[in-house]
């Protein structure tokens, strides 16, 4: 059946609700089909979709083991509430807490929710019954979901620019929130350390000034999805550390990371004998094939609340399809032993960026693990080229920040690749990338820093 992407595009304009672009501004891009690693648009154009949509379709698009479960599993289910027990939700669990964490000796149970939001905001709820406190320490530059108590963890203080221009940025009211503080970002991996990161300093006095008797946890991701950032490796041992000391938990939210995305199963692992109170994950534990999320609890924390008459529950909570689409991911990564591929095809991705940063001037920074990268650009004196860099309210003419500019040059050459940050280009292709592929975008990344070189260090 042909469509009339004309008039799906009036359609789009006329009545749906867009986020990010204000409706001067926004580019109407129609995706016809997506096909493993491509998408293929209105016009028929193939685009390598090499930041896997949101950090979030790992195996690509429309992958067998994923749709060929969910295909079985709508033969026999459609929805089932929580308050019963279906087949897919059972081995969701058990391939989770038994198969894959079972060696690491600290996670109890799992519950499977539509949305990493809803991990995030399950996790602050866990921790605060749990603990019996309130207060949450979260990071600038973190991004945890959507809902009203995840926006205000968020690590962004921008939320609208309504005004003509685009100059102003106004926050959700009820800023600074309750419950919710901030702290400083992770350093980089290159920051130079000399004795006790900044950041763990300054997390420590605000602990102290906020009183630990009032914090529940601090929640942080192992990599940073919207920021980009890669701690320094003193950051997460010191962070466990702070949470020890104090008596708060330690919320690891791995709705970019968990599932394999940079190397490990889990994003925590890269540091030893670090391991979370709670866990928030999502998008990788199907592929996004539908939505999803899940929350992970630490066995003493799982028996706390499975023991209790705990008045929760979601109409969503263990849905058999999405749980058959996790089924079916998971057993297909377990089977063909993707955390070798994800490390192998990374260290060549990696070596390729480290070849980019040596030809262009413009590269200040190449960040990350596994099948997830971030290129950090900066001007001729190596400052980040849009000041503010990960500070930025992205209010003005955005046409002008180094990561738009970049995502159109390498569509020009056929690839879905930019970033959210200004200066900050996200690489983060599905696991069924191949070498060649790999090549063809790294290509494209380097005409397009060409251009940034150009524009910004001469
Ligand atoms: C680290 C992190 N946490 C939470 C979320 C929210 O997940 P979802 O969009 O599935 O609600 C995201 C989404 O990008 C994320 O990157």
Same mark, same amino acid.
């Given at each position: 059946m042909s469509r009339d992407w004309e008039e799906l595009e009036r359609w789009d304009r006329a009545y749906y609700l867009h986020g990010l672009q204000a409706e001067a501004e926004h580019s109407f891009t129609g995706v016809d089909a997506t096909d493993g690693n491509y998408l293929v648009l209105a016009d028929g154009t193939r685009l390598l979709d090499f930041m896997s949509q949101l950090i979030s379709d790992n195996l690509g698009h429309r992958h067998p083991a994923i749709h060929g479960a969910l295909a079985e599993a709508m033969e026999r289910y459609g929805h089932v509430t929580y308050t019963l027990a279906n087949e897919y939700r059972a081995r969701a669990a058990k391939l989770v807490i038994a198969d894959i964490l079972g060696q690491e000796g600290w996670a109890g149970r799992l519950r499977v929710l539509p949305s990493g939001t809803e991990a995030t905001e399950s996790c602050i709820t866990m921790a605060r019954l749990y603990t019996g406190r309130s207060v949450i320490l979260t990071q600038a530059h973190s991004f945890h979901g959507m809902t009203v108590g995840a926006t205000m963890m968020r690590g962004y203080r921008n939320n609208i620019s309504a005004d003509e221009g685009f100059s102003g940025v106004a926050d959700v &009211? $009820?800023?600074?929130? =309750? +419950?919710f503080i901030p702290i400083p970002p992770p350093e980089h991996e290159d920051w130079q350390a000399n004795g006790r990161l900044p950041s763990l300093e300054a997390t420590e006095h605000i602990a102290r000034a906020v009183g630990p008797e009032n914090i529940a946890a601090v929640i942080s991701e192992p990599m940073f999805g919207a920021g980009g950032t890669f701690p320094h490796m003193d950051y997460m041992p010191g962070l466990r550390a702070l949470c020890d000391k104090y008596g708060f938990l330690w919320i690891d939210d791995?709705? @970019?990371? +968990?599932? +394999?995305?940079? $190397?490990?199963?889990? +994003?925590?692992?890269?540091? &030893?004998g670090v391991k979370p109170d709670l866990m928030a994950a999502g998008k990788g534990i199907n592929g996004s094939a539908l939505p999803s999320g899940a929350v992970i609890a630490s066995a003493p924390i799982a028996d706390y609340f499975e023991k209790a008459r705990w008045w929760t529950g979601s109409t969503w909570d263990g849905h058999p399809l999405i749980c058959a689409t996790i089924v079916g991911n998971l057993e297909y990564l377990l089977a063909n032993d993707i955390m070798q591929q994800v490390r192998q095809r990374g260290a060549y991705l990696k070596d390729r960026l480290d070849g980019l940063k040596e030809k262009h001037? /413009?590269? $200040?920074r190449v960040s990350g693990r596994g099948l997830f990268y971030t290129v950090d650009l900066v001007n001729g004196n190596g400052e980040? @080229?849009?000041?503010?860099?990960?500070? /930025? &309210?992205?209010? $003005?003419?955005? /046409?002008? =920040?180094p990561n738009v500019i970049v995502a159109a040059e390498n569509a020009k050459r056929g690839v879905f690749m930019g970033g959210f940050s200004p200066n900050t280009i996200k690489l983060g292709p599905p696991f069924t990338i191949t070498q060649e592929e790999i090549d063809t975008a790294t290509d494209a990344l380097d005409a397009a820093l060409t251009v940034i070189d150009e524009r910004f260090t001469r």
């Open positions: &009211p $009820g800023w600074p929130p =309750h +419950g791995e709705v @970019i990371t +968990g599932f +394999g995305r940079l $190397g490990e199963w889990f +994003g925590y692992m890269h540091w &030893p001037a /413009s590269v $200040g980040p @080229i849009v000041p503010d860099d990960r500070y /930025s &309210p992205f209010t $003005g003419d955005l /046409s002008e =920040h």
